[in-house]
């Protein structure tokens, strides 16, 4: 048996006096365990695969500070290389050396990306490539699939994903209809109705943005054909096809979802892994429209803490990690353990599931499936997914407080981590 004892005492008085000096008492809405129930714990620190709280219990982590801790969390040798740029200062507010050497990494990594421009994180690269898509293409419409988030920018909040979905949220009060008016919508995976929008918006659609596996509504693969049927549309009518892949990128290949299936966007948004498990957001693509983004060109964005050295310190070391021979195999072979065991346990002790994974990113709905869309998504049975959350924290387990969000696992995981997991998630799932 595992043992299920974990008292959370200080979390919850720390949580509580949280509440009266932030909204919600946190500083991102799905850390607030509003869909799963109970209280969030309080982190103190983490190290590899774990987590510890502030009333010292220790979690296996499948959060990974939502995507970038791929090497697992505070690295020794992300850590020693951060030490070293400290000296030298936190922000320079002036071009670096190290941004050259991370935007030629991220360069010859993924296959869209002739020129880069970093930036903060990924809402803010979200928001400039949509300014960019706009004015490199005089139109102003674009098109986003339901359940997909790009961050919270107005123009975005538009049947999002992430903690829009999570939270059960109507699109965004204070977010003027004028604003979102030109943001059109489909179901993913849904050719046809990608192909309608186009017909009847003709030479008014500047482009396609996607997350190319979706994780912000859980864990939804492509379809076979689907990205490469996008690129046929958008080319045929003049339009730009945009890689959201700030989960994506570094996590499911070295070069991207871009370079996994074989598809090249014409921009892309990056973030999370890039930035190590500091601050960071990034997007880049072909050279000519790049060259649109002021000082080269007219489209102005600009930002005074983009290519700082911490972050582009810890991307560096980060990528560097991720370029060692058979990483990606390893991800493959543990991720892969975890999400085939999670879907048999479960069906083993009674439940409707189903999920899957690309190499470090995966997935499980409490639905008998198979999840194509945000719509199938929403047929999940959340409550039966709180009561699971819950459990498995009990079990010293931590996953994504949230049904519709997708799970990450690290180069820190063992199998040894994996069978713990499976053995707490089977008793967890015998008693739900």
């Given at each position: 048996m595992v043992n299920t004892t974990i008292k959370t005492t200080k979390s919850q008085e720390i949580f509580s006096a949280a509440q009266n000096l932030m909204p919600g008492g946190v500083n991102s809405p799905v850390r607030a365990f509003k869909s799963v129930g109970g209280q969030p714990i309080v982190f103190d620190r983490v190290k590899g695969a774990y987590i510890w709280d502030v009333d010292g219990n220790k979690y296996i982590d499948y959060v990974g500070t939502w995507g970038p801790a791929i090497c697992g969390h505070a690295n020794p040798e992300v850590i020693t290389a951060l030490h070293s740029a400290l000296e030298k200062g936190t922000s320079f507010g002036a071009p670096c050396a190290l941004e050259n050497v991370l935007a030629e990494m991220v360069i010859d990594a993924v296959p869209s990306i002739e020129m880069v421009r970093f930036v903060n994180s990924g809402t803010e690269a979200c928001m400039a490539v949509l300014r960019l898509m706009r004015a490199f293409t005089k139109r102003d419409k674009i098109i986003k699939f339901e359940g997909c988030y790009h961050g919270h920018a107005d123009m975005f909040l538009v049947k999002a994903g992430s903690g829009v979905a999570t939270l059960g949220l109507p699109d965004s009060p204070g977010v003027p209809k004028s604003v979102t008016g030109d943001t059109l919508t489909a179901p993913f995976n849904d050719l046809e109705a990608v192909k309608v929008l186009f017909e009847e918006n003709r030479g008014e659609i500047a482009g396609v943005i996607l997350e190319p596996v979706v994780g912000n509504s859980g864990f939804v693969p492509p379809d076979?054909?689907?990205?490469?049927?996008?690129?046929?549309?958008?080319?045929?009518?003049?339009?730009?096809?945009?890689?959201?892949?700030?989960?994506?990128?570094?996590?499911?290949?070295?070069?991207?979802?871009?370079?996994?299936?074989?598809?090249?966007?014409?921009?892309?948004?990056?973030?999370?892994?890039?930035?190590?498990?500091?601050?960071?957001?990034?997007?880049?693509?072909?050279?000519?429209?790049?060259?649109?983004?002021?000082?080269?060109?007219?489209?102005?964005?600009?930002?005074?803490?983009?290519g700082n050295p911490l972050a582009m310190t810890a991307g560096i070391k980060t990528l560097e990690l991720l370029q060692k021979p058979g990483t990606y195999d390893y991800l493959e072979k543990i991720t892969k353990k975890l999400a085939d065991g999670l879907v048999e346990v479960a069906r083993e002790t009674g439940h409707a599931t189903c999920g899957g994974n690309i190499s470090g990113m995966f997935g499980m709905f409490f639905t008998k499936g198979p999840v194509h869309n945000y719509e199938d998504a929403k047929a999940s049975d959340t409550a039966k997914f709180g009561r699971f959350h819950r459990g498995m924290l009990e079990h010293g387990i931590y996953l994504a407080p949230s049904q519709f969000e997708a799970g990450f696992t690290s180069i820190a995981h063992t199998q040894e981590d994996i069978e713990r997991t499976l053995q707490a998630a089977r008793e967890v799932m015998s008693g739900l």
């Open positions: 076979a054909g689907f990205l490469e049927g996008l690129r046929e549309i958008t080319t045929e009518h003049g339009a730009l096809l945009v890689f959201d892949e700030v989960m994506t990128g570094f996590r499911i290949s070295y070069g991207g979802a871009q370079e996994k299936f074989g598809v090249t966007p014409d921009l892309t948004t990056l973030g999370k892994i890039i930035g190590g498990g500091l601050p960071v957001g990034a997007y880049g693509g072909r050279r000519d429209i790049m060259s649109m983004v002021a000082p080269a060109g007219p489209m102005y964005q600009a930002g005074t803490l983009s």
